[in-house]
């Protein structure tokens, strides 16, 4: 999962549509993962949980400059002697108030906005 989010957030598609099971690929092109991941730009991901086969995750990203929290229930499955994504619940997306510059960064660093991911996220 972590790899994942990683990837999206350095907008690797190659590396996220090779994480995705095989039974799902027909249906996803690397142009369509690599044009969603250029749109957004992730500040946080924390993981809330995890079974045999599931993570629940919460992330916190930025689109149109726009602040969103999503939280998901994400199942994944060893194909090939590696874990692959199968599919995911949206358990909640929200959209988040827009926070002021001298407020704390979203991503949780403690550090205000305009010293942290406030320009590169174009939240300020």
Known sequence: MRSRYSAYALTNA??????YHSSKR????VDELDEWARATTWLKLEINATSQDTVTFTATYVEAGQLFEI???SRFSIEANEWRYVDG???KHNALPKPKRNEKCPCGSLKKLKQCCGVKSNLI
Do not use: G, K
């Not at 190659?14 to 994480?19: A, D, G, P």
């Not at 027909?26 to 092109?29: A, F, G, H, P, V």
């Open 89 to 91: 619940d949206i358990l």
């Open 71 to 73: 939280q998901e229930l």
């Open 14 to 19: 190659l590396y996220i549509f090779n994480t």
């Open 26 to 29: 027909q249906s996803i092109s």
